[in-house]
Structures are given as structure tokens and as C-alpha cells.
């Protein structure tokens, strides 16, 4: 069972223990004391220089004692990621002290820079860990480290078959910064092929695919930090996030493994919602974030690296900006075998109905390859736009006989195109605004040269300085205005005329789902207007992709209660 580990840095004796055992009782197997500056620390400049690093050892010999779990002790130096700046020797005088002390850690991690450094420390550090008097039941054992935080070292392979080779050691760790989510496929190979217990991990924000997916790849523990702010490495998630967010204790080499594809992704509720819905129907899934850059060529390689990558089980993710675009383009290149669907139709849909935008991926069967062939020989991979199925479900709820209706939309991006399609689909009229009537007259265009006959001729443009006049049945906003951290978050994307002005049945919904409240819908409701808020769109679209992935209706309620309990918090 792959392990997780509070790592604390060590400053003051009785906060480490607080903390130790909160680590425990919020689940835990294990803590790091990371000793670098309680080590170096010299707490009374009037005792000689021995006394001093005695006193040192003390500390430290002493908080293992006490530690309520099962420790690892760690005291990195400053040229590989630590605090510390002191000297080999008392470094290697505190390994031997914990080594043979009556109560010693379970483990001392040490760098293999360090240990190959001299013959001398070599034999001190084995004497550690293998003392001959020793008859204790435990003993310490000795993981071998080789932490880069720029990159990929580039003697990485030469680095592992020189730990894997060490009798000394135990266990082998392996940390570098990911430069792509790609890195992480690397690490998950290493884990797969290991000689002896690994750890190894990705740092950075590209990392947290491989501190969740650990255990389903055999990976000896992860890294949690109990706070936020006590992190120890780049990237590194919380206890409660592992344990509650990730299912970290179900995940097995069996899991299911989705993800959102986007850039940014950081601040997505959409691990939240499925994760908590895998949960409740029981499915082994596990919904990870999944940070790719902008580029077509850097997501072409992510998502066809994640689909071939053997023992992964990739098999759905949710596509948001820049990347939706990116989606329908990858699925017309026939050699992918990617087929588009509208969700509910039971045969292939011509990709105009999706609108060359795709918000869902999936694949409902791998098949790897037999001895002589390459590759995978992929087997129903679908790419889907439920932003349209969100939208096409809302409307009617609130306007009846759409075909009579007109239907205003601002904005000429991804979700500007899934509502009109949705809007079409429907039988209403759509007039496009934005600020560059450009786009919005691009849109129009694409929308009528669709292959679709029954869209003739009802999509219109309407010039920006029209809007406020103009009367619609419904208007919609598909622009980041008003949104929390976006580029204009006061600012009011669809100017609300007196009720007096427009039919009081007229509707206002907005795409933008944080806040659930936005300056539109606000000024909306105090004039008397119905309104869609954002949550709702955000959470019919995932429920769609939760029954793509599962073939179950997402659990009735349980996806809107946790984003708009968690937006109201």
C-alpha cells in the first residue's frame, strides 16, 4: 500500500509535535521531520563547538522519540532544494546518533550526491543503518534522494541504477520539476519497472498527477503538506485534498483516470463535482487536474502521450479554454480514430453539430497491441460538446415555443458557439454581438455554411452599440465580463434596460458560473427579469459528462450543492 507522508519543517520542538499529531489524526502514515535550520540552529553560542553539536543531536534524537508516527528524518542541504548550510560531517554525526539510538526513525533520507561523495561517508552512513549492535526489532533503514528543481536531470537513468545498486539502500526517491504534464508518464514507468521501493514524484504544477496516481502505479509513498502554506516541495497538495478531494485510499492499479484539460486549470470545481460523484455511485475513478499549455501541438501530444501510456487507463477528460478547439481538430485527423457525437444521438454526428468546438473526451475500450504491432488499437473514442446539452436543457425550462424566439448572444468564443448551436438546435433566431464585429460576423458565417438546412438564415449579427436598445427573449453571456479574477469582474456585460423597456418574461443568463451572482444577473433581478445563472450551466454540463463516462445519471443534486456551497464559501 503506497503510504503518505506529512513532511514538517522543524523549527520549533513543540509546534512539530502538534502538528505530528494532527497528521495522524487526520490520517497519515507517516511524518518527515525536515531538521535543516533546528539542526544547523546553535542554540547557545557559549558551549564549545562539540557541545554545541551534541546539543543539536539531542533535539533531534529526542523528537524522534516522542513522534507519534513512524518518521523519516531529513536534513537537506541547501544545493539541493534544503535549508541547511552547514558541513558534511555533522550531518552524517546526526545520521549516525539516530542510527543507533534506542529509539530511531524509521528511515534517513540521505542524497546520493551526498552519499557518494567519499568513501568516509559512505561507511559512516552504512554504519547508520546497519550497525552490528544492532538488536532492536526496528531499525533504520536509508532512502537514497536526487531532487533537481529546474528539470528532468539529464543523468537521471544513470542516477537510478547507481541507488538500485547500493545495498544500503532501501528505499529510492526520485524528485524534478515537470516541465509538462508528460514528465509525470516517465515517473509512472520508473514506478512500473522498480527494483526496489521507489518514490518518485514530479514537482511543480505539471507534479500532482504523480502524488495522486501513486498507489495505482505502486509507488512506495506521496507527499502531503497539512497546510497550504507548509508545503516542502512546488506543487505539493494537502492532506485533506489527498484524502477527501482524491479518494486517495481507493485508488488501485484498476482506477479510471480523468482529468480537465486546460490552461488554466488550477481554480476548476470540476475535479470537486466528479470526484464526490465517483464516490457516491461507487465507480473506480479518480478526476485529476490536468494543466496544458495553449498551443494545438502541446495538447495533441498530451492527450495521445495519456492515451497510449500503458497502465495509465485514460479514458475521459473534460477540455476547457484554450483547448476545445483543439479537441474537434484532433478528432478529424482520421488516423486518431476519434469519432464526435451530440450526446443522446446514437450514431456518429456530422462534427458541424458539435461546431468545431468539444468540451469531453472519452474512450470506452483499449485493446494494446499484440506481439509485432505498435502502439495501441483504439476502440471507441468519442469527443462530445456538452456545453451545448447544458444549454439545450436550461432554456425550454424557462421559454416555451422557441421556434418563435429570438435569442441574443454576446461573445464569439467556445461557449458563444455551443449556446448558439444549442439555440439553433432549438429552433429559435440568434442574433451574435461582440466587440469585434469580426468574430461575431466569422461565427455567423461558420454557423450557416453547416450542413444543417433548418439554421437557414436564422443567425444574424447585431452591432455592439445596438444591444442595449435591442429586444430579445433571451440574452445570454458568453463573455468573461463579470467574472471573479477575470479581466472586468465589476463590469456589467449586458447592460439591463427598466422593465418597462423589454417583456417582464424576458430572460437573462449568464455563462459565467463564479460569482453565482454576477453584475448582470444582479441588476436583472432587482429590474424584475428572470434569470440562468452560471452554476446551473456549469453543472448540467458536467452531469452529462459524468453519464458519458459511467453510464449513470449523475448522483440528483449533488453537483450543484457542492459548487454553490463551495462559491459561497
Known sequence: MTQICVPLMVEDHSETLRDATLAAEFGADMVEFRVDVYFEDHSDDEKGTVEQLQDRIDRVLDLVEVSPLPCIVTCRPHWEGGEYHGDDDERVALFEALGTSDSPPAYIDVELATYTRSKNIRQKINLAVNHPK???AVTTRLILSTHDFEARPTDLTRKIIAMQEEPACSVIKIAYRARSIRDNLELFEILADRQKPTIALCMGEFGLMSRVLAPKFGGFLTFASLRDESTTAPGQT?????????????ITPTTKVY????????????????????????????????????SYESFKATILSLIDQEGLDFVGASVTIPHKSHLSKLATTPSHCITARVKGESETADLSKLDGAANTYFHDGYVWSHKGESGWQSEGQFIYNTDITGISQLIPGLIP??????????GAGGVAQAAAVASLNLGSTIQICNR????????????MSSRDPTWEGRATTLPLADLVPHSADLYINCTPVGMTDGPDPDGLSIPIPDM????PE???????????ETPMLKAAKERGYRTIDGVQMFVKQAEAQFEIWTGSPAPDGLFDSIVRKELSA
Request: charged share 20%; with cysteine.
Open 134 to 136: 544492532q538488536v532492536r
Open 238 to 250: 494537502t492532506l485533506a485534498e489527498l484524502l477527501g478531494l482524491y479518494r486517495f485510499r481507493s
Open 259 to 294: 482529468g480537465i484539460i486546460g490552461w488554466p486549470v488550477t481554480q476548476s470545481m470540476s475535479p470537486m463535482v466528479h470526484n464526490a460523484g465517483f464516490e457516491k455511485i461507487g465507480w473506480d475513478g479518480v478526476y485529476v487536474p490536468m494543466p496544458v499549455e495553449g
Open 401 to 410: 415555443d422557441l421556434e418563435n424566439k429570438t435569442i441574443t448572444i454576446k
Open 436 to 447: 469585434s464585429p469580426e468574430r461575431a460576423q466569422g461565427l455567423c458565417d461558420e454557423l
Open 500 to 503: 418597462d423597456s423589454l417583456a
Open 506 to 516: 424576458t430572460v437573462f443568463f449568464d455563462t459565467v458560473y463564479n460569482p453565482i
